[in-house]
């Protein structure tokens, strides 16, 4: 396995991968965002074989399931992160193809960073500039192999600011793993995610 840094805007096949393992990762467990109900709002894994959503027949709705993370979505996310100040993003590669990746960010601590990961009041317990680690997924089919963590301690070594902040399910495998690199949950949000926090370099 490799660990590479992307050039973002030199590497349109990259992307491209990364937006299938984003899709892959955040369609299975824990997350389960596969498929979408634009009615109720709940969420069902990309495993889901249902074209409609179950909650909503159970109340005589028939709502049809829309792609949670459609491709072209996070194709252009992807480019929207990468436009931000010290923008860093690294790709694990097996046999030539994207297996796991992980892109963040500086983020100045303020309202707008409250609003930008839905953490109200978040910028009352910061101050100053931070490294936003904004996603770090794994290939379903490669997880448990240690590969998120060697993506985690590669991103923070390519990192411009000293102090590190995330959010993620709360016990989620990204949260065990932040806590075991030193992190520290700051703030509880909603849906269950929590903000959490690593002060210094390992
Ligand atoms: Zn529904």
Known sequence: MDILTVKPFESPDTVREIADVYRKSFGGSPWNEGYLCPACGRTYPLSAKEDLCPACAERSNSILLVEHW???????????????SDSVCVIARSEGHVIGFAWGYAVFSGPDLDMHLDAPGLHESLCGRYFYLDECAVDPDFQGKGIGKTLLREILDRRTEDRVILRTKDRSPMFHLTEKEGGRTIRHISDERVIMRLLSRP
């Open 70 to 84: 459609p491709i072209g979505r996070v194709i252009s996310d992807f480019y929207h992160e990468m436009t931000k």
